[in-house]
């Protein structure tokens, strides 16, 4: 009985640090009682799945074989889902319903139904983080892309859509096998609010559009297109304005976010709100922290009011992994635990990853802090999303996915994509001479160093699995070089003394080119670890420094990490020449920078978020959630769109090695905004304004641009045209700079044109928010940035 405790322990929440005087362990591992969760059947259904390896798994329920159950209305898919999960629920005593709402929901049975671990994760690609899957016999690995914020920087959202149909194909054969669930609580689409945070890997970056693009593509690919039906249930997480793990003694457990009404609706919820209602995400998840005094977790304004009724999810809302018990425990939120329970379920929350609700749901029953039918609530919409698996169709066999195997988990198709993803999302940040690409003919001798230039698994990041196979970046350039002097030059990334820098100096002064491989990994920056700064960790830029100096050819700087880090002392040393950043770019990393310091591939990744010099963090506790700037304050703000000091780097940075160059083709000078007049008091009031959105009649109301593209180099490159609306001024104490209005992506051959048609919907991407968390569109002249371009585009309304 031990086994199951032990997944718990490992992963189910890391447990939080408590200031006080409470300890954590016997309190989120109350082993006894824990032991009343995990049933005999339970266990034993478990060790067989382990034991069966990679052989088809049985049904999950309504076995065909099963002449108890198969003749149920539950099991009959021809009847509706909504029907079907009614009679299910209307069969379950309480107990039995409260055994189900938590993440190892125990089986039932009598009614032939097995237990089910609801935690899986497949943030880019299969992941072991969770108990829902497992790596082994038939399935030793899964396809492991680059991390996210890697991916991101492609800017490609048909690449992300691929990615999560390659991930959603592995996961699916792998559930087949019995070896993993069918819901996934990826993706993470969180804001990447500050630089420090060590979550930030995980996320698509610092723009709400870019984010939720993201959010809604992957989940697509994971979810399939068919219909109401899923191929696997993703998962947009953690809802909401979490973006700071343990800083400064503040950590995710006891953090209250204190976040403005505007900056919750223009930058925290913009994801999620995509990933609903554009992306049709099959479930939700909340977070550890409280916003505005409120758990999350407990919130109804944020459960039920916005993500189900406003945004219509159709799915199920899950806590973070003991959250429910975190917001009693730890932040004493309720005065019993039976309230807690009863406050997280009235509050809109379906499913708990931990064992508090079912340890207390009852007892709340009983106490009438909660009713029955709150219960049923939850559990139809749990229900729900397992049959839209087909998980009551006496599935696996029969099932549109049931022939997925072994067979097609690390195919070399799913190989090349995890590769295509790392070359589309590498970052070019400079390029002295131009002295990248490198020559094969002229560059015989290499000398790769760095801790990171033999990495693998500090590629795939974190929430990641077992990789099909890794190419390090040592082994990628061995490809290209015909000789390599490899130097670790610090004997990991913290790198704590200069004890090697003579070996990796002595290797730069013999070759005839010189690769640093520097940067982060999990110890730096990770889930609980925000850094501190934003420097390289240790003596890495004196190694940086030293070698460049020492070096007999040009030297070429590769920086591996998931958030930025500031590196102005290479940007201004001329002797570093070239300087990469390629994020934690997956199993086959080290191919990628290979391809592209070589020329067979040529980079096109734009960065997805702001690089700060460390000055930056030196004037904003990451506790502090305002996205806008105060000059009052010494306050610098956040991100592209309300910061204006100084970078190393800024958002969409990133260079190619040919040249592209713009017009603008076409583009309306003024738009007539619709606007309902009875709404409207004093209609020439109105000109100079913003008007609701709500007053406008927005529908399909667009404005095109006609763009052309041409690359005037001499080579083949992909070219990431980003566009962004500046607000008319005026509207100073509520608009961004400049916010992300559309991007597109083209490949051009050399010399090649080719005309972007870009169209902007005008409610939803030339609207700013007000102060009271309003959408509004400002009249008069808005500024579309379109490269260099700037051009001016008029709006006014138009009384009906
Ligand atoms: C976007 O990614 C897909 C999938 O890898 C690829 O086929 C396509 O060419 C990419 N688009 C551009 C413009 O690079
Ligand atoms: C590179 O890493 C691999 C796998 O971790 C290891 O087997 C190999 O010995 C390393 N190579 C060098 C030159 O350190
Ligand atoms: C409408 O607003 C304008 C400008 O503020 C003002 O001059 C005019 O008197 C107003 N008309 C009415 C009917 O209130």
Known sequence: MMFPYIYIYKHCSIPPITSQATTPFTFYFPFPVMASIFSPLTTIFFFLIVLWGGEARDPFACDPKNAATRGLPFCKASLAIAERVKDLIGRLTVEEKVSLLVNNAAAVPRLGIKGYEW?????????NVGPGTKFGGQFPAATSFPQVITTAASFNASLWEAIGQVASDEARAMYNGGTSGLTYWSPNVNIFRDPRWGRGQETPGEDPLLAGKYAASYVRGLQGSDGDRLKVAACCKHFTAYDLDNWKGVDRFHFNAEVSKQDMEETFNVPFRMCVKEGNVASVMCSYNQVNGVPTCADPVLLKTTVRSLWGLNGYIVSDCDSVGVFYNSQHYTSTPEEAAADAIKAGLDLDCGPFLAQHTNNAVKKGLLSEADVNGALANTLTVQMRLGMYDGEPSGHPYGNLGPRDVCTPSHQHLALEAATQGIVLLKNKGPSLPLSTRT???????????????????????????????????????????????CANVACRDNKQFGRAINAAQQADATVLVMGLDQSIEAET??????????????????????????????????GPVDITFAKNDPRIEGILWAGYPGQAGGAAIADILFGTSNPGGKLPMTWYPEGYVEKLAMTNMAMRSSKSKGYPGRTYRFYSGPVVYPFGYGLSYTHFVQTLASAPKVVSIPVDGHRQKNSSNIANKAIKVTHARCGKLSVSLHVDVKNVGSRYGTHTLLVFSAPPPGNGHWAPHKQLVGFHKVHLPPKAQQRLRINIHVCKLLSVVDTSGTRRIPMGSHTLHIAHIKHSLTLHPQTL
């Open 119 to 127: 935690w899986s994760e497949a943030l880019h690609g299969v992941s």
């Open 443 to 489: 560059y015989r001798t290499l000398a790769v160093i760095g801790p990171n230039s033999n990495a693998t698994v500090t590629m795939i990041g974190n929430y990641a699995g077992i990789a099909c196979g890794y190419t390090s970046p040592l082994q990628g350039i061995g490809k290209y070089a015909k000789t390599v002097i490899h130097e670790m030059g």
């Open 529 to 562: 670890v925000d850094r501190a700064g934003l420097l390289l960790p240790g003596h890495q830029q004196d190694l940086v420094s030293k070698v460049a100096s020492a070096s007999k050819g040009p030297t070429i700087l590769v920086i591996m990490s998931g």
